[in-house]
């Protein structure tokens, strides 16, 4: 049995890391479509609106229960099928597309929650009261309720965008080439050699990326929780 290798760790590192700006910039685009279609299904609940939340409710249920992989292949395969049937080829479309457009679904789910539950948390009071004063409604979201949700939002926030990063490391199974895809074709390269460091190289920069999302939130939340708690001391 071959001997374990530390230092060929630190050798295919920066190999890896040529690769990290695919992995990042799917986890970007997933953050912002997904978000933005988040952000109206927790509308749709918040409003309870009889139809629009019970849709809201019947997509979170669903794609939840959905494993990752599971709807990635859905998608990969199933999103060509359909958009062929109406004329459409998405033959030459890039395999990154697909993730996004997977993982948008799937995060949307989640991160609606995260939206309906931070919305929750205000007091309706305290909208009520800038109403009464003059504000319109949306006024009244933009100024008083969503800047204390976004306080509220962000440890859960965190919490999704960490899960949304590891789950898409699956972008690997469609042949996508990201830091996994580029650790897995390593491992080829050598016969499967260097398994054991490949993935310790991998699991590592994870584990940095991991650190750094949980600092910079953790920074943007106690800026933004300064404010209010100066406000109750004050009070």
């Given amino acids: 049995m071959r001997p374990f290798h530390p230092l060929f760790i630190l050798e295919i590192i920066p190999e890896l890391v040529t690769y990290l700006p695919v992995t990042l910039g799917m986890v970007l685009g997933t953050v912002l479509f997904g978000g933005m279609w988040g952000f109206f299904l927790a509308l749709a609940k918040v409003r309870r609106r009889p139809v629009t939340k019970a849709l809201a409710e019947i997509y979170t249920y669903v794609t939840r229960c959905v494993p990752s992989v599971v709807m990635l292949f859905v998608v990969f395969y199933g999103l060509p099928e359909l958009l062929l049937s109406v004329g459409i080829n998405m033959n030459g479309v890039d395999n990154g597309f697909f993730v996004i457009v997977t ?133």
Wanted: glycine share 8%; no cysteine; net charge positive.
């Fill in 103 to 235: 993982f948008s679904i799937l995060y949307a789910a989640n991160i609606s929650e995260v939206f309906r539950s931070a919305s929750l948390a205000i007091d309706k009071g305290q909208r009520e009261a800038a109403v009464s004063v003059g504000l319109t409604e949306a006024q009244a979201f933009l100024r008083i309720v969503l800047p204390q949700s976004i306080v509220v939002a962000i440890p859960n926030f965190t919490n999704s965008l960490i899960n949304l990063m590891k789950e898409g490391a699956l972008a690997y199974t469609i042949g996508l080439i990201d830091i996994v895809g580029q650790g897995n074709r390593i491992i080829g390269r050598y016969q499967g050699s260097y398994t054991l460091e490949v993935y310790l190289a991998l699991a590592a920069l994870y584990w940095i990326m991991t650190i750094m999302i949980q600092k910079f939130f953790g920074a943007v939340e106690k800026k933004l929780s300064r404010g209010k708690k100066e406000l109750t001391t004050a009070a």
